[in-house]
């Protein structure tokens, strides 16, 4: 060992733990570690002598990863190995990519790291050897091969090995180096978030060590620090922490896009400092002192960045009034605010003021189209939904029933088209209480539909509606005979995916199974679909990690486990109580859909203790709810509420007079 390598290694020297198993040729675990931790420590001195410049000293360091490897078999020593042809060392070199391949398909993060080592000290030897390689390609290949045993160092947990492995960067003389590794695990960051699946949990985390290493005084890697309070600010936006995201962009040195700022504005209710940052000025902000040009601008806002709901209903406060005075319902531009207006309204639960604006586009387009047309079936569906979430049923079925009237009419039954029409027909049906027509209508068409011999992604669309009938009728073994037929004509368990922010009947047909066979007192075997769910769900990044769709799979997991008994149902209510009490509030409708079963679950599991508090969360959240306004449901709607809070208040009287007891 060259003296020069020694003093490096000395300045770096590394007391670190590694779990798991290598792949490869075993070893017992603390020999493990004490090897994984020596590679750690003399990978980081050849980075402290590429960040130097001095060649020898980086050159050791490397050769000294490799040779703890090659000296596992006795085989040969590290001259001896680089002596070797370049096919023979090549061929070892594929090797060990593989196996580190191999280790991350295997969530073997031990062995993952491990190789990332061997192969990264390989290539970075191959580097400082050659007389052809440039400054810059050495650095990026160095900061590359780093970032790989870096995230590998994440993916064990080990968070605090960062800031050793990265300190001969941090503290070296190379400003390139610095920038080339934060780019290296920023981009890691960011793919973790948008493409790590069931590891994007992880992400929020990895962000905020990063800043921790590179958000510096004195730092080299500004634009990359600002990359990163970008992400940041998303993923808490994401996960509706909007001050938390105004401060991650507050805190960069680098000047956000004034746009993304103001999203966050709307987002806060700030309509008018978001206003001001837009047009750039302090005075004249008011509906009746902007222009038509200044809404333009303004809207540009919804479009450029993901405002969500509460966002886009402040914007549209703002905009909106200036649209209906400049323009009318003849204009498209108008036609086009107004339905996303509705939307918005709709989502935010608000179906009553969504109404009326829905009532007026459906006039315009029937007029000018017919009801039998694209936009006339849009606004029809649109406005029987908000006619049924008001409790407006009867009204919402003349709709159904007219399109459906339309769609039969054609006589095109292999068409998805037709299922478009027949879906919310038949549930409006259902919800109306009117099964036999449901059951005869749905089994008329059905024979049809087969008939027809409609491709299987059709089919499968109208033997879920059936399903769905027999279901509300009780029928639980046919029902279960039709909802696998439905599984069936899909793709298998291993193979199907999740569409984000779409209908996936693939994931629709097992939660129907799921739920029949619960229904039917078979929990246990209803599990590992309802976890299969959950996984396909997680593997898509598009996916909002707190979105309804993940919250759907994960809740309806722990309902499942829950009637079983098992105590994995407690950790899973305890997490999305806690994640939803955050992002709603904790008297939020939200809140209140997962403390009622958890407390019930709890209480039934013999532990009302525990129980009071979700209960009391529920009983809270039942006494915060309103009543629905529109005359038509109004008593309805009040009666529900009071049956509702009357059954927490039972809930919170049973749970307190079991824990007492002793």
Not at 76 to 92: H, I, K, N, P, T
Not at 512 to 525: D, K, N, S, V, W
Request: glycine share 8%; aromatic share 6%; no cysteine.
């Amino acid at each position: 060992m060259s003296i020069r390598y020694a003093a490096l290694l000395a300045a770096t020297a590394l007391s670190l733990s590694a779990p798991a198993t290598i792949r490869a040729q075993p070893v017992a675990s603390v020999e493990a570690d004490a090897e994984i931790s020596a590679m750690e420590a003399a990978f980081v001195a050849g980075v402290a002598g590429v960040s130097a410049g001095d060649k020898q000293a980086a050159r050791a360091g490397f050769e000294e990863v490799l040779s703890l490897h090659l000296a596992r078999d006795g085989a040969r020593d590290v001259d001896q190995f680089l002596a070797a042809g370049s096919d023979e060392r090549l061929e070892s070199y594929t090797a060990w990519l593989a196996e580190r391949s191999a280790a991350f398909d295997g969530k073997d993060w031990r062995g993952y790291e491990y190789y990332a080592l061997v192969a990264g000290s390989y290539s970075a030897i191959l580097s400082l050897r050659s007389s052809v390689t440039e400054r810059e390609e050495l650095v990026d290949g160095v900061a590359r091969g780093l970032g790989v045993i870096a995230f590998a160092a994440t993916l064990q947990g080990k968070y605090e090995l960062l800031g050793k492995l990265y300190a001969p960067v941090l503290n070296g003389p190379d400003a390139a180096l610095e920038a080339a590794a934060a780019q290296e695990m920023f981009g890691r960051a960011r793919s973790e978030w948008s493409w790590g699946g069931a590891r994007r949990d992880g992400a929020p985390r990895l962000v905020a060590e990063l800043l921790a290493l590179f958000d510096r005084t004195g730092g080299r890697a500004d634009q990359v620090v600002a990359n990163l309070r970008e992400l940041q600010a998303t993923i808490a936006e994401s996960e509706g922490r909007l001050d938390d995201a105004q401060a991650a962009l507050s805190g960069s040195t680098v000047e956000f896009d004034p746009d993304r700022r103001a999203g966050l504005l709307f987002q806060q209710g700030r309509a008018r400092a978001a206003t001001s940052i837009v047009l750039g000025r302090s005075e004249r902000l008011d509906a009746p002192d902007l222009s038509l040009d200044d809404a333009r601008k303004l809207l540009e806002v919804e479009g450029l960045t993901g405002i969500g709901r509460a966002g886009q209903l402040a914007l549209h406060a703002v905009v909106l009034p200036v649209y209906r005075r400049e323009l009318t319902i003849e204009d498209e531009e108008l036609r086009s605010l107004l339905s996303s207006h509705a939307q918005a309204l709709f989502a935010a639960g608000r179906a009553s003021e969504a109404e009326p604006i829905l009532a007026s586009l459906l006039q315009f387009y029937e007029a000018r189209f017919s009801l039998d047309s694209g936009w006339g079936h849009e606004f029809a569906t649109r406005l029987a939904a908000a006619l049924e979430a008001q409790a407006r049923l009867a009204e919402a079925g003349v709709l159904y029933r007219q399109l459906w009237d339309i769609a039969r009419g054609y006589g095109q039954y292999a068409e998805s088209a037709t299922l478009d029409y027949f879906a919310p027909f038949i549930a409006n049906l259902i919800r109306r209480g009117e099964l036999t027509e449901a059951e005869a209508v749905s089994e008329d068409v059905l024979a049809k539909v087969r008939a027809a011999e409609a491709e299987p992604f059709v089919l499968k669309g109208f033997v879920l509606v059936r399903t769905e009938v027999l279901l509300a009728r009780g029928e639980l073994a046919e029902a279960e005979r039709t909802a696998r037929e439905a599984v069936a004509l899909g793709a298998p368990d291993a193979d199907w995916s999740m569409a984000a922010g779409f209908v996936t009947p693939d994931r629709e047909s097992r939660r129907l199974l799921a739920t029949i066979l619960e229904r039917r007192g078979q929990a246990a075997a209803a599990e590992p679909i309802r976890r299969n769910i959950l996984i396909r769900t997680q593997e898509n990044s598009m996916v909002p990690r707190e979105g309804s769709e993940m919250r759907e799979a994960r809740l309806e997991l722990a309902r499942n486990l829950a009637t079983q008994g098992k105590l994995e149902a407690t950790e899973l209510f305890a997490r999305e109580i806690r994640v939803l009490s955050g992002v709603y509030g904790r008297d939020s409708e939200q809140v209140l859909a997962v403390s009622d079963p958890y407390a019930r679950y709890l209480l039934a599991s013999g532990r009302p203790g525990a129980a009071l508090s979700p209960a009391r969360r529920s009983l809270d959240a039942r006494l915060a709810a309103r009543g629905r306004t529109d005359a038509a449901a109004g008593s309805a709607n009040e009666a529900a509420l009071a049956a509702g809070r009357r059954d927490a208040a039972l809930l919170v009287v049973a749970t307190a007079w079991s824990a007492s007891m002793p």
